[in-house]
């Protein structure tokens, strides 16, 4: 573990880089709480955790099982969307959206809802609730009620998709929703109206909602009403954030946002941005988390500075400094679980692929599916969070044939992605090779295919912005660079989307991964040893 001091007096944002999109923030006592979306991602819905809003420690996801998340099968950029982390009756309630397609304008979204004494759990199994939308959230009124809310999804052709934002009360001592259903707010004209929060506040209901879709064009719309059902009243200002139509922005997409009240009476809210790499406008880290100050006066509408997202804001008050604490660039596989920075995809970190047991200081991972099968990859990774960083890892495998690969890559999809590799030639002798995949096509980079004579390599991948190389090394410290540069845009949001005519197909909502893969294509038994990996930034 190692400790970096944090600004003294500032935050800089995005707090959370990389892929963090979706921000639900949380005060509970002196503890703020930040959890956010992780789609086709083990483990399910992300947290972090501070006490000053200015350093932010990963905690790692609180669905950690399929007991409380099945993501068999779940296509890309599925799975769980826009939670919603509240605390109330003793309990910490965390609900979120687990969606199942894009095709034919549906999404089948299933929302559930989880408990828990502490952040650390253990947390109860899931109460499934409506499927009616998603980007759900809980509102618990001073009166003791719990009332949920949730975008209104409309499928039929000809409709709008997104045809407002509906209530309905939720009992939790019988847990679950009783009462009629109420659509309270219809939105504006920017469209797509999501992600709705009540916030109670000098006799108002305040209603926070994102509009204009989670691009460019993303906005925070807050309206207001004496009553919770409504009438609600949009603020006459406009947006209370966005960065449309302002590409000299460091930050753009600025939307989805959620309120917190620090215990001295500031008010801050956390929202999602990204950061375009320039001239191709892809955003390879994602959807990132963004914190803004919040002027909120009495009897007032919640305004942000000149109502666009600023790289820098002042820390709360009292704030002097802060030591962050900030996961080791190297892991070195002793430990007897995963850390937090690392993910799985689509299937829990259960010992019997994810074996840090079976030999000390190493990590060994039992091959799974083809990039393409959505039920048993064999993928570990981690976000992508700096623009010029690099990965590197060391690996002990020994291939049985071409079926059987294992290496390093960077990931975006099933259908976007870069595998620098060990396998086997038709000879049985182990190679070194690099497959691209590009909108789902697979090829094998021209002229790399490298014979090897030991079994024991490292392997590094090194993004400088839109620039993708790869290297290796059979004797410590002596790199050989590959020759090529591969395009990291392809690994991003805008890259992912595919279109039919009047629907999305897909999408694009999460970001970059670099990780260690091993595939057994032939269900054989094959696995890899990692001793170690390494991130470094710059």
Not at 59 to 88: F, H, I, K, Q
Not at 134 to 150: I, K, Q, R, V
Not at 284 to 308: I, S, Y
Request: contains cysteine; hydrophobic residues 35%.
């Amino acid at each position: 573990m190692t400790i970096a001091k944090a600004a003294v007096s500032t935050i800089r944002n995005p707090v959370l880089p990389g892929f963090h999109p979706d921000p639900s923030i949380l005060r509970v006592g002196a503890d703020y709480y930040i959890a956010t979306s992780t789609f086709e991602w083990y483990p399910g819905v992300r947290v972090h955790h501070s006490t000053d809003l200015v350093g932010w420690r990963p905690l790692g996801g609180v669905l950690t099982e399929r007991r409380l998340l099945d993501l068999t099968g779940t296509a890309d950029s599925c799975g769980v969307w826009a939670p919603n982390l509240t605390y109330a009756h003793g309990l910490f309630h965390l609900l979120y959206t687990d969606v199942a397609t894009f095709a034919g304008g549906y999404w089948d979204p299933q929302n559930y809802l989880v408990t828990a004494p502490t952040m650390d759990g253990p947390w109860s199994d899931p109460v499934v609730l409506h499927g009616r939308g998603f980007d759900a959230s809980l509102f618990h009124d001073e009166d003791g009620t719990t009332w949920m809310l949730s975008m209104r999804a409309d499928w039929r052709p000809g409709h709008n998709r997104f045809a407002g934002i509906s209530i309905q009360r939720y009992d939790h001592r019988v847990r679950r929703l009783v009462g009629p259903e109420h659509v309270i707010f219809e939105g504006t004209d920017a469209g797509l109206t999501e992600a709705p929060n009540v916030y109670r506040k000098d006799g108002w209901y305040y209603l926070v909602t994102a509009e204009g879709g989670t691009t460019l064009t993303h906005q925070v719309t807050v309206a207001r009403s004496r009553r919770l059902l409504g009438p609600y009243t949009v603020d006459p200002n406009g947006p209370m954030l966005t960065s449309s139509g302002r590409p000299d922005l460091e930050l753009q997409k600025a939307g989805h946002g959620s309120l917190v009240q620090t215990p001295g009476g500031e008010w801050y809210l956390a929202h999602l941005a990204a950061r375009p790499y320039a001239p191709s406008g892809r955003c390879v880290l994602g959807r990132e988390t963004a914190l803004q100050r919040v002027d909120w006066p009495f009897n007032g509408w919640p305004r942000v500075q000149d109502g666009v997202p600023a790289a820098e804001v002042p820390a709360p008050s009292g704030v002097t400094s802060t030591p962050v604490d900030t996961t080791s660039e190297i892991d070195h596989f002793d430990a007897p679980r995963l850390g937090p920075d690392w993910s799985t995809l689509r299937r829990p970190a259960t010992p019997d692929w994810v074996d840090l047991g079976s030999r000390p200081s190493y990590l060994r991972i039992r091959g799974g599916q083809s990039p393409m099968a959505r039920h048993r990859p064999s993928l570990v990774a981690r976000r992508v969070t700096d623009t010029r960083c690099t990965f590197e890892a060391t690996v002990e495998f020994v291939p049985r044939n071409f079926r059987q690969l294992a290496g390093i890559t960077a990931y975006y999809n099933s259908r976007n992605w870069y595998y620098l590799h060990v396998t086997a030639d038709d000879d049985g002798r182990p190679v070194l090779d690099v497959l691209c995949c590009d909108s789902g096509r697979v090829t094998a980079a021209p002229g790399l295919r490298t014979p090897l004579d030991v079994r024991r390599v490292g392997l590094r991948a090194r993004l400088d912005g839109a620039a993708l190389t790869f290297a290796y090394e059979t004797t410590p410290g002596a790199w050989h660079e590959l020759g090529r540069t591969f395009d990291a845009t392809t690994l991003s949001d805008e890259y992912a989307v595919t279109l039919v005519p009047g629907e999305p197909e897909a999408w694009g909502f999460t970001g970059a991964f670099v990780g260690l893969w091993v595939q057994d294509l032939g269900a054989e038994g094959g696995y890899a040893d990692f001793d170690s990996a390494t991130y470094t930034t710059g």
